[in-house]
Every structure is written in C-alpha cells, then in structure tokens.
C-alpha cells in the first residue's frame, strides 16, 4: 500500500471510546469510515444521529467479509480484545486495539506472532505516547539534559469511577506504564505491588507499585480511585535535572529544574561533602495538538507504509504482561515477580505464596 492512497477502516465498539476514535478517523485525510459495528441498537443509532448515512451493523462477519475494509479499529470491553482482533487478523486486516491488548499475556503473544506472520499492523491505544507534552519529554530523556535517570515517581488518583470487572492496576497502570515504557526505551524487569479493596467492591480500587527496569531505574506508580483531589502527576530525577509533568496543569504541563546534588572530592580522610545546586526553572514550549488525533496519523501511516509505530503489538505486549505480573505480586501480600515476555511469571520474594 502506497502512503497515499486511502485506507479504509472499520469500528467496532460504539461505548465510550468508540466515537472519540470516529470522530478523528472521520475527519483524516486520506481515510474513510466504511462502517460502525457494535452489538447495540442504541449505540448504533447514536452514530447514526451523529453522522448520518454513515454505514452500520450489529454483525462483525460484514466487516470481515468486506473486501474494501483495510484495518479494523476496535473499542471494546478488554475481555473481548483477543477473539476480535484475531478474527481481524485471519481476515487479512491491519488491527488497531484500544489498550490493554488483551487481558492475558498468552493471548498477547499470540497476537504479535500472528500479526507478524501474515505481515499485517497489529497497533495498541495507548494515547499516551503520542501526547505532545509526553512526547517533549521524551526529547529531554534522549538528549541526555536530564543526564543519568535516577528514579521517576508518578502519582494517577481520583475520586471513582470504580470499575466492575477488573482492578484499579488494568484500569489506571496501561497509562503510566506505557509512559515510562516509551520514556526509557524499555520495558520494567520486575513489580512487586501493595494494593487493598477499601470500598469492599470486588478488586482493588488503590495500589502502590514498584519497578525496576534493567536500567537500574526504579518507579513508583501510586494509582487509586480514591482520592479527594484528581492527580496526574510524574516527577523524573536525573543527575544533572530533574522534571515535573503534571498532565493537570492547563499551560505549563512541564517544568524542568536546574537541581541537582554534587559530590565533592574529600580533602581529608573520611570527609563526605555534598552541595546542592539550585538554578532555572523552565517550562517548554508544547504543541497543542490532541493526542487521539496523533495516534490515528501514526496508524494510518503504519498501515500505508509499513513502518512499526510506537505502540506496536510487542509494546502492547509488555504493557500486559506488566499488569498480570503486578496483578500476580498483589495477591501475594507485595512479592516482587519478574516480568517474563515470553513465559511465565516469577515471584522472586519471600512474601510470595
């Protein structure tokens, strides 16, 4: 496929996500919406109404069958992921899926083995990596102006919503992991995960997780439903600066700190000198362009050129693989488990049982 001939695409899943990514894809040049899929008649109508005429049904097999359809995009519940996106796959169509891929890591592989195979773009959601202050920030990681990174603590927090199927780690986590994912070029070796149910639903609606990266970069993620005040805040610490995103702020989403701390060279036996640098504070300029709009160019531009976009399936990959072994660690009372892409996972602690 040329980069500039059209590529259609098809929804599925007309709920929350669903018309963000039909609003975009509807207004992309070079793409056409060739239909809207979901399993209600009421989301289905909804589409209707906003975008009259549009192409609609209740039955995946019509998208499938459709010769003119490229890529399927998919905004589904995550425990339907798998089965559509490999339906979508054997159909010989490139595949956008919102994230988690999917809800288990064997599935996961089976996507990215089966993507490439049958050569196809197999691309995960995570909208992230493709907002433009995360994006700077990735600027200032590969420059090197923040030198050595050190540690990065992050705090996602709200009042609710409470999710009925699956716990506030595959509810909030995708979004920081991905972000420190892309930031650092690589994904975490092991978690290990403190979380409780405190409005007694069914999973846990707070969690404080742990990772270390082969780098030797260690994060805490601090994610909960349960907050008197929304917080989407990271702090980076390098050795020559440090930074702070806070995705909150309506302006300065990022301010870098000329701080630091320097070692001083002993003059006399056993002396330890430390002094601390305090200097600028900048905040840099950021394009003000919307994420999901970036995201569709990337996927259109995959799928056109066959180039692998940031949140390829093995991206995807990690990120669940991640949140099964943060999963695992928190029902082990906090134990570390290392996070195994092709296997298993280990519990590396003593709390583990």
Avoid at 22 to 27: A, C, P
């Amino acid at each position: 496929m040329t980069e500039s001939k059209q590529v259609n695409v098809a929804l599925v899943g007309y709920g929350y996500w669903g018309p963000n990514l039909l609003r975009n894809y509807r207004g992309m040049p070079g793409a056409e919406v060739k239909w809207v899929c979901d399993n209600g008649k009421r989301a289905l109508a909804r589409a209707q109404a906003q975008y009259p005429g549009i192409a609609t049904t209740g039955e995946m097999g019509d998208v499938l069958d459709d010769p003119d359809v490229d890529a399927v995009l998919i905004a589904t519940p995550i425990s339907t992921h798998y089965a559509l996106a490999k339906a979508a796959l054997e159909a010989g169509k490139h595949v956008f899926v919102e994230k988690p891929m999917t809800s288990d890591p064997g599935h996961a592989r089976e996507l990215v083995a089966l993507a490439g195979e049958r050569h196809l773009v197999l691309m995960v959601g995570h909208t992230f990596v493709f907002s433009p202050p995360v994006r700077k920030v990735k600027e200032l990681f590969d420059s090197g102006e923040l030198g050595d990174i050190y540690f990065i603590t992050t705090s996602r927090v709200n009042l609710g919503l409470h999710q009925k199927d699956v716990s506030v780690v595959w509810d909030l986590a995708p979004h920081d992991l991905s972000i420190l994912y892309y930031w650092l070029g690589q994904p975490a070796r092991s978690v290990s995960v403190l979380g409780r149910n405190c409005a007694k639903g069914r999973h846990p609606d707070v969690a404080f997780m742990n990772l270390r990266f082969p780098s030797g970069v260690i994060a805490e993620v601090q994610i909960s439903w349960l907050s008197p005040v929304k917080l989407r805040r990271t702090m980076v610490v390098g050795s020559k600066k440090m930074l702070l995103y806070d995705d909150t702020e309506s302006v300065e989403k990022v301010k870098v700190f000329d701080h630091g701390v320097q070692i001083h060279a002993p003059e006399d036996f056993g002396e330890f000198q430390l002094s601390y640098r305090t200097g600028d504070i900048v905040s840099p300029k950021i394009e003000a362009r919307e994420p999901l709009t970036i995201e569709a160019e990337a996927f259109l531009e995959a799928v056109r050129t066959g180039r692998t976009p940031i949140s390829d399936a093995r991206f995807g990959l990690e990120v669940v693989a991640s949140l099964q072994a943060a999963e695992t660690s928190m029902r082990g009372g906090g134990c570390e488990v290392e996070i195994d892409l092709d296997g298993d996972f280990v519990g590396v602690g003593d709390g583990c049982r």
